[in-house]
């Protein structure tokens, strides 16, 4: 399996980032539109997830997973145990319509951490490259796309007052939700210099717009910096004084460029210009009044048809900016907490297990988040998430593994 399991985790990954929902549409599949084949709402990486780990079950069965996960074993099978009941209750309350993003958003990242532990350390760095050229790519384009004020992927949402960037990932907030999470990861897994990858990601989110993504990223960097200084004046740190020569050299022209970009492009116009509480943020605050309307049914069951109709009404937008929010009206509490469960159980055990980076991208996560609504539609951001802390956290255990032997050895 070790062999074999990479290829198809390669085309998991790079299928979630590329394909987007509007790159399908264009291609002629109804993935996001109303109407069509319910086989197409499901993505392609989506498929490519449940045959593989139908293969690997058949083949290893409950104890092979066991042994594989390890302590992680039991919280898996609690977030799998609650996704299959919300997608069973689901269907039962709302049929097949909308269920697929179910599947692509939080049944599909579960089912990968099993398939991620028949990989090689090798193969693990490998496939952390992989993610970071993804977002890397995703970034670049983003930015391009705002230079050039024009989208790579014909877009059908609504237009924004200011030209927002979105890149492979579909919807700006959707973009900028992927990449502050998982771009404190990768920053190291690619040959350009770390500070060159993050000021690339903070220029791609100034061109997705996100301010609260954005405010978050800069909150964390800092906190990044803070450690890694802190780190390096307690233990030490040995440097090469020729290679920091050379990153001193190459950031001085990454920042001079980005310097341009960011005063000559017009990149900042979005943000700067909506430093106070407008419609957008205001609608962010308006959605708790829609609790207010729930009868002691809907809050348990979900809401009524009725009132998933009338919620522009309430809030003066017909989407709800909060993501618990939207599961409470389209679950109810008996779905939500569940749905709830299946997403930050594997997220705690990431937190309390995984060194200051990781803690720092679950916590941007969380914050960034709860500011948009990319949890109640499909998105891949929990996929390449927890790929991402399973695979940095798995290396860095097996490394201090390596490192102990090694001590007692010598």
Avoid at 219 to 233: E, H, T
């Amino acid at each position: 399996m070790t062999f074999r399991i990479y290829p198809l985790l390669f085309l998991i990954i790079t299928s979630s980032v590329i394909l987007g929902g509007y790159l399908l549409e264009n291609l002629g599949v109804s993935y996001v539109s109303q109407g069509g084949s319910p086989f197409f709402k499901i993505h392609f990486y989506s498929y490519l997830t449940l045959v593989g780990f139908s293969v690997v079950f058949l083949r290893n069965g409950i104890t092979g997973f066991s042994l594989r996960l390890g302590d992680f074993y039991r919280l898996w099978v609690i977030s799998l145990f609650c996704v299959v009941f919300v997608i069973v209750y689901g269907y039962m309350r709302h049929g097949s319509s909308g269920m697929a993003y179910l599947v692509n958003t939080f049944l599909v990242p579960i089912l990968i951490v099993p398939l991620l532990t028949g990989l090689t350390d090798r193969q693990k760095y490998s496939l952390l490259k992989v993610i970071a050229y993804l977002i890397l790519l995703n970034s670049l384009l983003a930015v391009v796309e705002y230079m050039l004020h024009f989208r790579l992927v014909s877009v059908e949402f609504s237009e924004f007052s200011f030209f927002r960037s979105t890149a492979f990932l579909t919807h700006p907030l959707n973009n900028a939700l992927t990449t502050v999470s998982v771009a404190l990861v990768l920053a190291s897994r690619t040959k350009l210099p770390s500070f060159v990858y993050i000021v690339i990601v903070i220029l791609a989110l100034f061109a997705f717009g996100g301010r609260a993504a954005l405010a978050v990223f800069f909150m964390i960097v800092v906190a990044s910096v803070f450690f890694v200084l802190w780190r390096a004046a307690t233990r030490g740190v040995r440097v090469n004084k020729q290679k920091v020569a050379i990153f001193m050299f190459i950031g001085y022209f990454v920042l001079l460029l980005a310097s341009y970009i960011l005063l000559e492009s017009g990149i900042t116009e979005r943000i700067v210009s909506k430093l106070y509480i407008d419609g957008s943020a205001t609608a962010r605050f308006n959605v708790y009044y829609l609790l207010e309307q729930l009868n002691a049914n809907e809050w348990f069951l979900g809401a009524s048809d009725r009132l998933l109709e009338s919620i522009e009404f309430y809030i003066g937008i017909n989407v709800i900016e909060n993501y618990f929010i939207g599961w409470i009206f389209t679950f109810g509490l008996l779905g939500a907490i569940p749905l709830f469960l299946a997403v930050f159980v594997p997220l705690i055990y990431f937190f309390a297990n995984g060194d200051f980076i990781d803690k720092l991208s679950v916590f941007s996560f969380i914050l960034v988040g709860f500011s948009n609504n990319s949890l109640t539609t499909k998105t891949p951001v929990l996929l390449l998430l927890f790929t991402c802390l399973y695979l940095s956290l798995s290396v860095k255990k097996n490394l201090l593994l390596t490192n102990h032997y090694k001590k007692i050895w010598d």
